[in-house]
């Protein structure tokens, strides 16, 4: 069971990324998935979630509307689309599996979540 994420990058104030989560190992329509963060000095942050079906997305206030949350079963892979992005922003990224198969909400508890990404980083410079 594995987690890869990618596009992480260096971004001037106001540009976009677009991460990508690559999962592998397991049936990965099943479960769902979240985003988090850790920005330098800080603890990890959970940013957004997406359950299975994509019934329910759910988004940290702080990127709401500027952050996209989606996956597309069939390729396996898990997105995070960036825009107007704030030197804030800047930190690793990892993605996360979600331990319950079928959960049809989100959490933004670590606990929630069993299989990590080795993480990419964000940097966005003013």
């Known amino acids: 069971v594995t987690l890869e994420e990618s596009g992480g990058g260096l971004v001037q104030a106001g540009g976009s990324l677009t991460l990508s989560c690559k999962a592998s190992?397991?049936?990965?329509?099943?479960?769902?998935f979240g985003w988090f963060r850790r920005a330098p000095g800080k603890g990890l942050e959970w940013v957004s979630g997406i359950s299975t079906g994509s019934s329910t997305t759910q988004y940290v206030d702080s990127v709401k509307g500027r952050f996209t949350i989606s996956r597309d079963n069939a390729k396996n892979t898990l997105w995070l689309q960036m825009d107007t992005l704030k030197p804030e922003d800047t930190a690793v990224y990892y993605c996360?599996?979600?331990?319950?198969?079928?959960?049809?909400?989100?959490?933004?508890?670590?606990?929630?979540?069993?299989?990590w990404g080795q993480g990419t980083q964000v940097t966005v410079s003013s």
């Open positions: 996360a599996k979600y331990k319950t198969r079928y959960y049809t909400d989100t959490s933004y508890d670590i606990k929630d979540y069993d299989t």
């Open positions: 190992g397991f049936t990965f329509d099943g479960y769902g």
